[in-house]
């Protein structure tokens, strides 16, 4: 909703929250002393442009009057002080117009980013005054939303972080306490489940970096023109004994004759894992995983097919995103979100299908290499 008409000078903004005291008080009066502060410097500077222009307009009506003969001063007395008066009346007619019109609005923007720079990020400022400053307050607001809605982001991500990383560490910590209180035997069993409990931390903390970096936009890739057929052979291949072990066949279709395309392999092979690994958990034995590719204009698409359970529909939407566990998921949530970042950093998409009972089909397109 567009905030009203200013109000009555002393009164609060528009975009003041209902229910806060005004005059305010504690950070929002340094606010309104900021704001004051500036329109008081705008009037005493324009005060000095009505003196200077005021002296400035008599000079000008004494040259005239002389010049025409009149003379100046006494022989006209109510002739000077008409004249003075509507000079001075249409100069401070003409200064509360441009006081209302520009210095309110830019002290608005003064007193705002006073207050965004105090780490307040809810302010908003009423699109008010000439064109330009109206487009300056539009940036503002949008620019503070965007604010509010990364730190808002920050802070879920630093929750969501100290909750994942604590059950890798209760759980090191715990067997640590056991070995040396004699609880558990000391023997290689007991040092395997350790060093393997070590890995998943290690881990979640690799796919945090690539994550913080692939969204911060400073994920580095190296692309090469590759194979995307021999790529995905090759991962589909390292998941053979993980496979074989949950009886799941991984089953690669032949596309035929494809163009090469333009990527980071190693990403990219990090994309197929993660959609294969989850694929193997959500998978019953005897089932099938397919991986298929077909050409489309200027990009191959890639499908990775599951027959498991399926998705449910309200849980869909939301399997992309960051720390997202669906009810039988025993993952980080974070593999998904790192698929779909590291695809978009190739200039691709990425999206999911499912039905409850049939299974999954998760799509990502990557482009290929112009030709020449």
Not at 142 to 168: G, I, K, N, W
Not at 211 to 222: H, I
Not at 240 to 266: F, H, K
């Amino acid at each position: 909703m567009m905030p009203g008409p200013r109000p009555r000078f002393g009164g609060p903004p528009p975009w003041w929250p209902a229910g806060e005291p005004w005059p305010p008080s504690g950070p929002r009066r340094a606010w309104r002393r900021g704001r004051a502060r500036f329109v008081r410097r705008v009037a005493v500077i324009f005060g000095v442009l009505i003196f200077l222009s005021a002296t400035g307009a008599m000079t000008l009506l004494s040259f005239l009057f002389n010049r025409a003969g009149m003379g100046w001063g006494r022989p006209h007395p109510p002739l000077f002080g008409m004249a003075g008066f509507a000079v001075m009346f249409i100069l401070i007619a003409g200064f509360g117009a441009v006081l209302r019109r520009f210095a309110w609005p830019l002290g608005d923007v003064v007193a705002g980013a006073d207050r965004v720079a105090n780490g307040d990020y809810t302010v908003r400022l009423p699109e008010q005054g000439p064109p330009s400053l109206r487009s300056v307050a539009r940036a503002f607001n949008s620019m503070t939303a965007r604010l509010q809605s990364q730190d808002a982001q920050r802070r879920h991500l630093m929750a969501d972080v100290a909750h994942e990383l604590r059950t890798p560490l209760t759980v090191v910590q715990g067997r640590l306490e056991g070995l040396l209180d004699g609880v558990y035997p000391r023997d290689d069993a007991r040092l395997g489940e350790l060093l393997n409990d070590t890995r998943v931390l290690a881990r979640l903390v690799e796919d945090l970096g690539t994550l913080a970096n692939a969204e911060a936009g400073a994920l580095g890739l190296r692309k090469e023109p590759t194979d995307l057929a021999i790529l995905i052979n090759d991962t589909a291949a390292s998941f053979s004994l993980d496979a074989e072990a949950r009886r799941v066949a991984i089953r690669v279709e032949p596309a035929g004759e494809l163009p090469t395309v333009d990527v980071d392999p190693v990403r990219i092979r990090e994309v197929l894992r993660n959609l294969l690994s989850n694929a193997l958990r959500h998978t019953p034995s005897g089932a099938v995983i397919t991986v298929a590719m077909n050409q489309r204009p200027g990009q191959i698409a890639v499908m990775v097919r599951d027959t498991g359970s399926g998705i449910p529909a309200d849980v869909l939407p939301h399997i992309f995103n960051r720390f997202f566990k669906g009810p039988t998921s025993q993952g980080s949530g974070l593999g998904l979100t790192i698929a779909r970042n590291l695809v978009v950093a190739h200039g691709g998409e990425i999206s999911a299908e499912s039905r409850v009972g049939e299974g999954t089909t998760i799509t990502f397109t990557v482009p290929t290499v112009p030709q020449s």
